[in-house]
């Protein structure tokens, strides 16, 4: 008995740490973007590129995307607010029939951007590959990121980790409040942060630099 009290205190401890743990990085990783993470088009600084990190424009289900459409929405925001002169589309493009850019780039076309001042990049199949090959492909050392606030506080985390000064515009939630799947997810993805961090974890792919015209 003594022996499965010892293992049920030590599991407790265990987790008792565990969950420590993740409420100090989800506080930090909130905190550093935070200052950085604007809701108002009006206070937002003007950058010369966006960042609009990719997600699918259908559900499973089907049905539409809210993440999606409410990130197209915000970059038309800035676009024509005068905030951004350029457009970096970044997401996966993991086959023929999946392809985040192409996408993106086709709905803002569709909502009165010029196609040239969209930039695609293929190889955003991570946060931190979007956020590092802004600079290090793109040759940006500031930028804007959009998507929504939960996903704009650990970019902006990984920029200003990596000495990028990056701010983000949030677009609107799906429903203000993050659902339990969006939200289990996002304490994976920003624990999976500090390894990246730590480890000093770099894209998957960089290339050839490409450059963004400065007019």
Do not use: W
């Not at 915000?74 to 850019?101: M, Q």
């Not at 730590?198 to 792919?205: D, S, V």
Request: net charge positive.
């Amino acid at each position: 008995m003594n022996k499965l009290k010892k293992i049920g205190y030590s599991f407790l401890l265990f987790c008792t740490l565990l969950a420590a743990l993740i409420a100090y990085v989800d506080i930090s990783i909130s905190k550093t973007g935070n200052q950085f993470c604007y809701n108002s088009i009006d206070q937002l600084p003007h950058n010369h590129c966006a960042i609009v990190l990719g997600t699918s424009k259908y559900l499973i289900n089907g049905n539409r995307n809210l993440y999606y459409t409410n990130r197209i929405k915000a970059t038309v925001e800035l676009y024509f607010c005068d905030k951004i002169d350029y457009i970096i589309v970044s997401g996966d493009n993991r086959n023929r029939n999946y392809n985040e850019p192409i996408t993106m780039y086709n709905d803002l076309v569709s909502a009165g951007i010029p196609g040239r001042k969209i930039i695609l990049d293929y190889a955003g199949f991570r946060t931190l590959d979007s956020v590092v090959r802004g600079k290090e492909v793109f040759g940006q050392e500031k930028y804007t990121i959009v998507s929504q606030l939960f996903h704009n506080q650990r970019a902006i985390y990984i920029a200003r980790t990596k000495g990028i000064e990056a701010i983000a515009f949030n677009a609107e939630d799906s429903s203000g409040d993050l659902d339990l799947k969006v939200h289990l997810r996002e304490i994976g993805a920003r624990m999976l942060v500090i390894y990246d961090m730590l480890t000093e974890k770099q894209p998957h792919f960089l290339g050839e630099k490409v450059v963004i015209p400065k007019e």
